[in-house]
């Protein structure tokens, strides 16, 4: 029995100095090999490539171009409580609503806006019930 046991201890510590290896072939199931993900470092430059920061081009006054007035607008001053502007091609609704708030002191109730054939964008700013479209058009220069 206890020849048994040492030759088994014997053993092990013969696999432990030697040590194990499972080195053989690999068995591919799939017929594409794809290659292993390997230790990705994150990058430690050693200055920084922009000297400043890139600074914002979109402010309320790059936003909005200018007012529009044509007829149509002004029948939608008169009739709908509605503000026509000509406004920056890269500004979203909720950007265009703050710049007119920012520049104008009112408060509007949603913004339409388009692309016209020209390439510029059109937006449609409706006026809250507080405020009255033909008094702010006459503040701003429109009529």
Do not use: W
């Amino acid at each position: 029995f206890s020849t048994m046991a040492a030759d088994k201890a014997q053993a092990v510590s013969k696999t432990l100095t030697k040590g194990l290896s499972k080195k053989g072939t690999r068995i591919h199931t799939k017929t594409h090999f794809y290659r292993p993900k390997t230790l990705t470092l994150e990058r430690k430059p050693k200055y920084v490539r922009k000297s400043t920061p890139k600074k914002s081009t979109v402010d309320k006054h790059s936003i909005i171009k200018y007012p529009l007035t044509t007829e149509s607008s002004m029948k939608l001053i008169e009739d709908s409580n509605t503000l026509v502007f000509i406004v920056d091609i890269k500004a979203n609704k909720r950007q265009i609503k703050a710049a007119v708030k920012d520049l104008y002191n009112i408060e509007c109730e949603k913004v339409n806006t388009l692309i016209t054939p020209r390439g510029l964008k059109k937006s449609y700013v409706r006026l809250s019930k507080d405020f009255d479209a033909l008094d702010v058009a006459n503040r701003v220069g429109v009529i």
